[in-house]
């Protein structure tokens, strides 16, 4: 029998049916209370708020004007700046066939920059010099004015500066169109006018934006500085509940002037306020027993299965993690994540074995991408010295190369002494020397480096990076100077060379590839950079500074490991 009722135990219940009795007063009541509480300053601060709130959208419309403008504006520099267009204009056409001509190729260098000119956007572009008039795209009846000398002097007073008339209504196509004209003066090479420059713009874009941005209790105006209306409503001043407010533009000395009401602003403020007072006396009771069992039958499970997490993530295993009693949702997800963190724990422990497998794969991996064309120079280097001065330092180059190919081959741990690799980069030089014989090497040791050992052929790549890259396209006798030293317990070794250097752009380049922000990989350094970082770790590496005609330097960045660690 007791088990008929058993469904009717609170904590059996699902979180669903206890939002119904519980959830929804309680999302009411804090409202309500507060609202009543504090109607008169909360209204206010509403009223500040909501005034402020319309201003930012007041000065987000300018910044659209703005942007826009700044678009427009562009164009016409493009066009007064390209100097196809100031060179064509320069000339004197001579009879109407040039004048085609020249109508024409202006027409391939404007659109390029203009884009497509109908009437939605860019009516037209228009060119008037002292010989001419030329006109892509759309024409008007009374040739926008632009024969009246008032409207050139306006233009060229500015100086090449963009001018911004006023909208005129013209007829184009047939059809009455409201259109700005945004000109600048044209120069050519010696900074002499040689004509003027103007873009028709279908006003269209400016009331747009002055309709989409704001709602119907607020009305906006744009006025120029002589306060001379330019697009939106006109707003006669009345001293009344409205508000007004006035933002200037960056561009034209536009000024946004606006008028909101308050009435229509803050009807819903008032509404709410009448509704809390209704609902106080109702919902106060209702409220304070909903906040005791809500918050002991989902607040205080919530926050132990917060503990629960935190505690996880520091890494306590997931046997000593606690259960609770609560929602009945609640504690299912509760035990959903201890279930998880178990094989999160199992996956850690196999990652950390993956992991060493991984490391040890990508770092054979590395060494394989080492490329293989020194061997390819060095026996080309002998042929060379075989087929001019047929046998004289052969033995010293050939003995060279055998002990380069025996120190590869007999020693197979990572690891090994720096003097040795020193050593065998003493043997690389020497063999370089034969190709590149104006350069000079020199190894500055500025620490004690008896027991330390670095990664073997670690350092060949670079002296080889910098024969190839540096000094083989120099005038002049070339250096290369390989520096160790130690600082706070890091070991620098730094690859110097008095090269070409590398341009800007391209060091930008090679410096995303080694840090990760380019998927390119035919960069040999990248080998290096990433052998160091899967050897020693992500704190480690390869750095790359270079100036043009100067040369470059290559920094290694490694722990200091001795001898027996």
Not at 321 to 336: S, T, V
Request: charged letters at 25%; aromatic letters at 10%; proline letters at 3%.
């Amino acid at each position: 029998m007791m088990k008929k009722f058993v469904w009717l135990r609170w904590r059996n219940w699902s979180f669903a049916y206890k939002l119904i009795i519980i959830y929804i007063p309680l999302i009411v009541l804090p409202s309500v209370i507060g609202l009543v509480i504090l109607t008169e300053s909360y209204n206010q601060a509403s009223k500040e708020e909501i005034t402020q709130h319309s201003k930012v959208i007041i000065d987000l419309t300018a910044d659209k004007i703005d942007t826009q403008i700044s678009e427009y504006d562009d164009i016409t520099l493009k066009l007064i700046t390209t100097p196809e267009i100031s060179q064509l204009l320069s000339k004197n056409p001579t009879n109407k066939f040039e004048q085609i001509e020249m109508q024409r190729k202006l027409e391939s260098y404007v659109k390029p920059i203009v884009g497509e000119i109908d009437t939605k956007d860019i009516v037209a572009c228009v060119f008037v010099t002292k010989d001419g008039r030329y006109v892509i795209g759309n024409d008007s009846r009374n040739d926008y004015f632009d024969s009246e000398q008032t409207f050139k002097n306006v233009i060229n007073e500015k100086r090449g500066a963009p001018v911004w008339l006023n909208p005129h209504f013209f007829t184009i196509n047939q059809k009455e169109l409201k259109v700005f004209r945004v000109g600048r003066t044209i120069k050519n090479y010696a900074y002499q006018p040689v004509g003027i420059v103007y873009l028709v713009i279908n006003s269209n874009w400016l009331e747009n934006i002055l309709i989409n941005q704001v709602g119907p209790e607020v009305q906006l105006e744009v006025v120029d500085s002589l306060g001379q209306h330019v697009s939106g409503e006109t707003l006669p001043f009345t001293e009344d509940t409205d508000e007004w407010s006035m933002v200037k533009t960056k561009y034209n000395n536009w000024s946004i002037v606006t008028k909101y009401s308050f009435d229509e602003l803050y009807e819903s403020i008032s509404d709410m306020s009448r509704f809390s007072r209704g609902l106080i006396v109702i919902c106060t009771l209702i409220g304070l027993i909903a906040t005791y069992i809500l918050v002991m039958d989902l607040i205080v499970p919530i926050r132990r299965m917060r503990i629960n997490m935190n505690r996880g993530i520091k890494g306590v295993r997931p046997e000593k993690m606690i259960k609770f009693n609560g929602a009945k949702e609640i504690c299912e997800l509760n035990d959903l994540f201890i279930s998880v963190m178990y094989d999160i724990y199992n996956l850690m422990e196999k990652g950390k074995e993956n992991e060493k497998l991984k490391r040890k794969f990508e770092i054979k991996l590395l060494q394989r991408q080492l490329s293989p064309h020194f061997l390819y120079n060095t026996l080309n280097s002998i042929r060379w010295i075989a087929m001019i001065k047929k046998q004289n330092q052969i033995k010293g180059l050939v003995d060279a190369l055998s002990r380069l190919l025996s120190y590869s081959l007999r020693n197979t741990d990572e690891l090994v002494s720096l003097e040795e690799e020193l050593s065998i980069i003493k043997e690389y030089v020497k063999i370089q020397k034969v190709r590149y014989q104006d350069f000079n090497f020199v190894i500055d040791i500025g620490t004690k480096i008896d027991d330390l050992k670095i990664l073997k052929f670690l350092l060949q790549p670079l002296i080889e990076n910098a024969l190839i890259h540096g000094l083989s396209n120099i005038e002049g006798f070339g250096e290369i100077i390989l520096s160790i030293t130690m600082e706070n317990k890091i070991l620098y070794i730094s690859v110097i060379d008095n090269g070409v250097g590398i341009a800007s752009d391209r060091l930008s380049y090679i410096q995303d590839i080694l840090n990760g922000e380019s998927l390119d990989k035919h960069i040999g350094l990248k080998s290096i950079h990433e052998r160091i970082k899967a050897s020693y770790g992500i704190n480690y590496g390869l750095n790359i500074t270079s100036e043009v005609d100067k040369g470059t330097t290559m920094e290694v960045k490694l722990p200091i490991i001795r001898n027996g660690e």
